[in-house]
């Protein structure tokens, strides 16, 4: 078995003019696929050649293992990254709009503040929005850092790496957060938040 570049959960072009097709497709089709391509080449003939890409990242960590998770994570991470954005408007309702007024006070809330958090990650990284037990909160990881290493929930997660975002915006990262704040997948948080374990990459 080896690890799948999975398929954007939507066509190139749906995310514009948030993500134009141009970046998705240099994003997608080069960088998540050379992630995917290296982990299966570290993998190959080792007792995780037939792992999951959840055991393999877990792995990586517990072994200290920093070039098979640098790839392992990053292919991870951007799996959970494409099922994070969507075309179809929304906000969250239900158990997840409960949690989230009582951690931030509002989603218009929680929006700022992973805008704030993305624009403060110095360099390469990730905003994410965990689940630490039933509470939510927001927080950054540097380059291929993925919060299931840590025992965290992951909820939704915006790419703050230059690559995301240089080919539309150049370098006014915050146009681009503030753009992908508008297109969170909240079906897709609420499924995580509602999951008694993280997400699995798709086999
Ligand atoms: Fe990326």
């Not at 110095?122 to 909160?137: D, H, I, N, P, T």
Request: aromatic content about 10%.
């Amino acid at each position: 078995m080896s690890i799948k570049l999975i398929e954007l959960p939507f066509a190139e072009t749906a995310l514009e003019p948030a993500i134009s097709a141009a970046t998705l497709a240099v994003h997608h089709g080069k960088h998540h696929k050379a992630y995917v391509d290296k982990t299966n080449e570290l993998v190959a003939g080792t007792d995780l050649a037939d792992a999951a890409l959840n055991a393999i990242v877990l792995a990586a960590a517990n072994r200290k293992d920093g070039k098979l998770f640098n790839q392992a994570a990053q292919a991870w991470n951007h799996g959970f990254y494409w099922h994070s954005l969507s075309p179809v408007e929304g906000q969250p309702d239900g158990a997840l709009a409960a949690a989230i007024d009582a951690a931030f006070g509002s989603t218009q809330a929680l929006l700022d503040t992973l805008v704030e958090q993305g624009l403060g990650q110095f360099g390469s990284g990730w905003a994410w929005l965990v689940a630490e037990g039933g509470s939510l909160k927001v927080i950054t990881t540097h380059d291929a850092g993925c919060p299931i290493t840590d025992g965290l929930k992951p909820l939704l997660v915006i790419d703050v790496w230059e690559h995301a975002y240089y080919l539309d915006r150049k370098n006014d990262r915050k146009a681009y957060l503030t753009a992908a704040t508008q297109i969170l997948n909240w079906h897709f948080a609420a499924r995580n938040f509602a999951s008694d374990s993280a997400w699995e990459y798709p086999a």
